[in-house]
Structure formats: structure tokens, C-alpha cells
């Protein structure tokens, strides 16, 4: 596989940062005291896979140790489970998460180290002047209704369904470049041609979104985009997929279960050329909420969880006598925070998304600043994360190779600068209740997606600091697809606790947050998708992701990330909670699970096997 030099550099420093942050201190996992001194434990991943003919097929073969075939592993996901099985579509991560099950790309990332490498594709080439990619598809694989995967299906999926603005936009906005999107050319039936008008260095990373079977799509396309929403929901018949990856969907219960099982047509095999997966079956329960969670992995209906500081020490005491492992793989690669509305448009109907009184508090700065300075983000870790947490303050995760270290630090609670704040812009308290100069009394809601009890915790917290300032504020926890319709569509919501997830390799990921007509702008959202009404800020935001995505070399990129994060910190549309250290149970019966920080502990499905 052939690589260009700027490639192979950004590659080289990827691989310093993270062997640095596989070797930096984190959270020792304790049942009284939490201290921040072990070590993660060096973790031996297997060589990449490789490309093997057999017959005439290009399978990508294993280089993990062979296991057992048969049996399943049972994880779970909060709240009401997928909206939908179409992966282009997806707007959660639930949804996401069954539909990269079904759906894979042409590379993806390697677990250890972040490099990018083949997966539909066998092998990939980068010209020197940094704008095509060619790549070479694997011959003979095929979909799981038996047709071949060809050069058809990658254009097909990037000309009329990415590229176009079906579904969720956020790939298509992701590789826009000053305005041009890339071209997508047929070489042969298995050879494709990318060709961007500029270098772009996220580029690369971008080409692991799902393809689209041509035979199954095509018709569905050519009715528009609202039959194209509705199809592969999560009433459609599960015989009805055709997928590309391991596991297909067998049967959904809504509020129960998903269950998936496995694709004997897969196109990757183990050392001794045998098809995997290995499992027969992956079963999402849908737990609902945490607190279910925790009881039904008690009761071991669950193989796997993610547990919660709240709950770490007594599942690390209980480890050595138990039938499961704890993994501590560091940072959470998201973050939390608490997001402002501060949308001054109105909606078709002329109405005010946000009251004009509200705008005015929302829109002011030091009022922003107050909320941040009230926070108390020790007391969040101490009592929510039970200490495996660190405060944020900052846009990128803590484990992030792009983190401004100048902006980590943060700072504590300290209610007479938050106070000074607020007499700065006219606000005053009156028997304990803040006013604004134009005597309204300061009330507005606070919402979180209700069963996640972190979230809620948080909720609570919040409020109870919010109130010091002599806020009235209403809590209002409510069902996850209403949340999302408040935050993307009605728009009409104050405050909200929200986390979104990350990658710690390429802040470009998060262009549809931050770029002001992105499909996730939370705090000044645009329907229109037009760039109208941008506050200064957002105007240096949009050219600083522009040229960030241009640029080249790590030190020029990491610049203008500085830069971004700068402005964040400094704005403060959204403000930084805190960091949660990632622990994650599973039972010691699964093989061939290597726990990565970048990834997880569950990320290949595919090898995973059940010991005998």
C-alpha cells in the first residue's frame, strides 16, 4: 500500500502521541480512594489483516489468534433504541451503532495506533500532489444477497447518496472543500478514483462511511428524498436488508431487543481460512436506563457494560472472584457539556425560536461566563464519576492529540466571579432572586434526555449551582426522540445536557458541531441551512475548519485547532463539564478481546469468539 509522505508523517506523530498517552498516568481503579497513578497496562494487538486469494476472492484475513465458532455476546443500549436501520440516516448513536453492525466502508481504523487501512478496499494508493485516491476493491466479496460489490456500488453511494444530501448530511459537509465537493469516478468494475481540488488531510479517514448496495438503492433514490427517509426503518422486515458485514439484522422487538446474526458470506477469514465471525449472534437488550442496566448485567443477562464511576469499585473488589475483567482504556473520547440556545431567528411561522428576553441573556456574554464560573465541575467528578473523571474545559477530549493544554486546566467554582459577571451586564438580586436590568426575573428550562441517570445527575447539579446565582431553573429530564426533535427541529429548548462522541485523531470529525450551518450547531442551529445571522465568532470558526482541513503537517494543523478551541472557551455557546474515565466489564469467557483506547473493548465483533 502505497503511501505519501505527508501520510506517513502525520502517521508517525499519531504513533508517538498515543504510545505517550498509553504510557501517561490515569485513574487507579479503588474502592475507598481513587488515585490517579496506574498505569494502563500495555496490550499486545494482532498485526493488521491481510489480503489473501482464494479462488479467485480478495478475503481479508485475521491475524488475531483462531477461536471457537458459535454462541453470542449480549450488550445493551439506553433509552428507546434505533430510529432507524438505514445507515445514512442516522442521527444517534444507537442507530449508528446497528447500522456500522450491517454497513462497511472502504478503509477503517487500526485499533492500536489510529493508522488507516483497508476494509472493503484491498489496498489504496495517494498521488503525490495529495488529491486523488485511488483505491482497489477486494474481488469476489460479495453482498448478502449474493451479488458481487463493485466500483458501482462506491460511486453509486458517493454521487447519488452522500454527495447529494440524502439523509444526514454530516459526510457530505465534511468534505466540502472552499465550497466544491470531490469527484467520484468509475476506473474499472474495481478500481475507484477520489479526486479533491485541494490536499485534505481528514480525507482519508472520511472514506469509512458505509456503501450502499447500487441494486437495493438505486430505485429508493430515484423516489426522493422523503420515501428515501422512510426506508429500512425500524418496521421493515429484517430479510429485507442487504448488507456488507458481519452480522445481519434477525429480529427487532421495540423496547426489548435488536438481534443480529451472523453473515455466512463474509469476507474475512481466520489463519486457517475459515469464514468468520466466530459468533453466531450479537443481542442489544434496550435497557431503558442505567440503574436496568446495572441489574441485568447482576443477573448476567448482559456479557459486557460500561460501568460508571458510581459503580467501580465494587465491581473492581469483586473482579478476582468474579466471572468477569475490568479494562480502564482511559478518557472518554466525547465530551459532556452544557449547550445555550442562542438563536435569534424566527420560524415559518414568524414566531421567536427563543423569547426576545431570553436572547438577550443568551446572547450576552458574561452571562455565559457566570453559568461556567458557577458550575462546579469537582464536585460533578467527585460525586457523579466517583472520582474517575477530570473536569473539561475545552472542545477537544482530554485524550485528544489536538488538546490545547493551554485551556485544560480550566478553573474552580467561584460564585463572586460569576457574580461580577452578571452586575457587569445590569443583573441584580432581589431577595435572593436574580433579575435583568429590565426587571425580568431570570427562569428558563434545563433538559436532558431522561433514563441516562449521569445526565440526570448532572441535571440536578446544575440547577442547584445555577440557583446559587439566584437562577430559577426547571429541570426538565424528557424521552430522547423528543429531546432530538427540540434540538434539530422545533427548536424551542433553553439550556440542555448533552454528550456527543469523538475521535481523539481528527477534530474535522466535528465540522457538523462547529461549522455554523452544520447538522449539529446546536447552540445557534440554521433549518435553511444558510449562513445568515453569524456572529463574528462563528465567521473565524467556519474559516479556521476550512483551513485546518487544508493544511498538511500536524504543528500547522494543531495551530488553528488551538485556535478553535480558543474561541469556544472564550464564547462559551457551549460550556465543558467533565472528562469520565472509560471502564468496561466483560465476561473472561470472550477471546480475542484487546482493549484499545481509541476504540473500545468490543470494536471487532468479528474476532471475537467464546472460549471452551
Given amino acids: 500500500m502505497k503511501k505519501v509522505l505527508y501520510?506517513?508523517?502525520?502517521?508517525?506523530?499519531?504513533?508517538?502521541?498515543?504510545?505517550?498517552?498509553?504510557?501517561?498516568?490515569?485513574?487507579?481503579?479503588?474502592t475507598v480512594k481513587i488515585q490517579k497513578t496506574e498505569i494502563l497496562a500495555p496490550v499486545k494487538f494482532p498485526p493488521t489483516p491481510k489480503t489473501v486469494t482464494i479462488n479467485g476472492v480478495d478475503y481479508m484475513q485475521s491475524q488475531s489468534p483462531i477461536g471457537n465458532f458459535g454462541g453470542a455476546l449480549v450488550a445493551s443500549t439506553i433509552g428507546e433504541g434505533p430510529k432507524t436501520f438505514n445507515p445514512f440516516n442516522t442521527k444517534d448513536a444507537t442507530s449508528a451503532t446497528?447500522?456500522?453492525?450491517?454497513?462497511?466502508?472502504?478503509?477503517?481504523?487500526?485499533?492500536?495506533?489510529?493508522?488507516?487501512?483497508?476494509?472493503?478496499?484491498?489496498?489504496?494508493?495517494?498521488?503525490?500532489?495529495?488529491?486523488?485516491?485511488t483505491f482497489k476493491l477486494r474481488q469476489g466479496i460479495k453482498w448478502s444477497d449474493n451479488k458481487p460489490i463493485t466500483a458501482d456500488d462506491v460511486v453509486f453511494t458517493w454521487n447519488k447518496i452522500i454527495l447529494t444530501g440524502l439523509g444526514n448530511t454530516s459526510t457530505r459537509?465534511?468534505?466540502?472543500?472552499?465550497?466544491?465537493?470531490?469527484?467520484?469516478?468509475?476506473?474499472?468494475?474495481?478500481?475507484?478514483?477520489?479526486?479533491?481540488?485541494?490536499?485534505?488531510?481528514?480525507?482519508?479517514?472520511?472514506?469509512?462511511?458505509?456503501?450502499?448496495?447500487?441494486?437495493?438503492?438505486?430505485?429508493?433514490?430515484?423516489?426522493?428524498?422523503?420515501?428515501?427517509?422512510?426506508?429500512?426503518?425500524?418496521?421493515?422486515?429484517?430479510?429485507?436488508?442487504?448488507?456488507s458485514g458481519a452480522?445481519?439484522?434477525?429480529?427487532?422487538v421495540p423496547a426489548q431487543r435488536i438481534v443480529f446474526e451472523r453473515n455466512p458470506d463474509y469476507y474475512e477469514i481466520n489463519l486457517n481460512g475459515k469464514k468468520l465471525p466466530y459468533l453466531d449472534k450479537i443481542i442489544y437488550l434496550i435497557v431503558g436506563d442505567l440503574n436496568n442496566e446495572i441489574l441485568k448485567f447482576e443477573a448476567k443477562e448482559l456479557d459486557t457494560i460500561s460501568l460508571r464511576g458510581s459503580n467501580v469499585g465494587r465491581y473492581k473488589k469483586r473482579e478476582a472472584k468474579s466471572d468477569?475483567?475490568?479494562?480502564?482504556?482511559?478518557?472518554d473520547t466525547g465530551t459532556m457539556f452544557v449547550a445555550i440556545n442562542m438563536n435569534k431567528r424566527k420560524n415559518e411561522q414568524g414566531k421567536y425560536y427563543v423569547t426576545p428576553k431570553k436572547q438577550a441573556w443568551f446572547g450576552d456574554k458574561n452571562f455565559r461566563y457566570a453559568i461556567d464560573w458557577a458550575i462546579d465541575r469537582q464536585n460533578m467528578v467527585n460525586n457523579i464519576a466517583n472520582g474517575l473523571a477530570s473536569p473539561l474545559f475545552t472542545a477537544e477530549s482530554l485524550n485528544s492529540i489536538y488538546l490545547n493544554k493551554n485551556l485544560a486546566n480550566g478553573h474552580t467554582k467561584d460564585l463572586k466571579t460569576a457574580k461580577a459577571y452578571l452586575e457587569k451586564s445590569g443583573f441584580y438580586w432581589k431577595k435572593g432572586i436574580l433579575y435583568d436590568k429590565r426587571n425580568n426575573k431570570?427562569?428558563?428550562?434545563?433538559?436532558?434526555?431522561?433514563?441516562?441517570?449521569?445526565?440526570?445527575?448532572?441535571?440536578?447539579?446544575?440547577?442547584?449551582?445555577?440557583?446559587?446565582?439566584?437562577?430559577?431553573?426547571?429541570?426538565?429530564?424528557?424521552?430522547?426522540?423528543?429531546?432530538?426533535?427540540?434540538?434539530?427541529?422545533?427548536?424551542?429548548?433553553?439550556?440542555?445536557?448533552?454528550?456527543?462522541?469523538?475521535?481523539?485523531?481528527?477534530?474535522h470529525n466535528g465540522k457538523n458541531v462547529w461549522y455554523s450551518t452544520g447538522s449539529l450547531h446546536l447552540f445557534n442551529q440554521r433549518p435553511d441551512g444558510k449562513a445568515t445571522d453569524r456572529f463574528d465568532?462563528?465567521?473565524?470558526?467556519?474559516?479556521?475548519?476550512d483551513e485546518a482541513s487544508l493544511k498538511i503537517t500536524f504543528n500547522d494543523r494543531k495551530k488553528l485547532y488551538d485556535e478553535y478551541q480558543q474561541i469556544i472557551y472564550d464564547e462559551k455557546p457551549i460550556i465543558y463539564l467533565y472528562s469520565p474515565i472509560r471502564v468496561i466489564a466483560i465476561r473472561k469467557k470472550f477471546g480475542n478481546i484487546f482493549p484499545s483506547p481509541l476504540s473500545g473493548v468490543t470494536y471487532n465483533l468479528d474476532e471475537i469468539y467464546i472460549k471452551r
Fill in 7 to 30: 501520510s506517513a508523517l502525520v502517521i508517525i506523530f499519531i504513533l508517538f502521541a498515543l504510545k505517550l498517552f498509553i504510557n501517561a498516568d490515569i485513574p487507579e481503579i479503588e
Fill in 98 to 133: 446497528m447500522a456500522d453492525t450491517m454497513f462497511d466502508g472502504l478503509v477503517t481504523t487500526r485499533a492500536d495506533d489510529g493508522e488507516v487501512i483497508p476494509k472493503l478496499a484491498k489496498s489504496f494508493e495517494i498521488s503525490p500532489d495529495g488529491k486523488t485516491y
Fill in 537 to 545: 465568532w462563528e465567521i473565524k470558526l467556519d474559516k479556521i475548519i
Fill in 247 to 252: 452480522f445481519k439484522l434477525k429480529e427487532y
Fill in 173 to 243: 459537509d465534511s468534505v466540502l472543500i472552499d465550497g466544491q465537493l470531490p469527484k467520484v469516478e468509475k476506473v474499472d468494475d474495481f478500481t475507484v478514483k477520489f479526486v479533491t481540488i485541494k490536499p485534505f488531510a481528514p480525507f482519508l479517514r472520511i472514506l469509512s462511511a458505509p456503501i450502499a448496495p447500487k441494486h437495493v438503492f438505486e430505485p429508493v433514490v430515484k423516489k426522493g428524498e422523503k420515501y428515501f427517509q422512510s426506508f429500512w426503518s425500524t418496521t421493515t422486515p429484517p430479510k429485507n436488508f442487504v448488507i
Fill in 442 to 507: 431570570v427562569e428558563f428550562d434545563l433538559y436532558t434526555n431522561a433514563g441516562n441517570t449521569e445526565r440526570e445527575a448532572i441535571g440536578v447539579m446544575v440547577k442547584q449551582d445555577l440557583e446559587d446565582l439566584g437562577m430559577k431553573v426547571n429541570f426538565k429530564p424528557v424521552e430522547f426522540n423528543s429531546l432530538v426533535n427540540k434540538l434539530v427541529n422545533s427548536l424551542d429548548w433553553d439550556l440542555v445536557i448533552m454528550g456527543l462522541t469523538g475521535t481523539p485523531l481528527e477534530p
Fill in 324 to 331: 468477569f475483567v475490568i479494562y480502564n482504556i482511559g478518557p
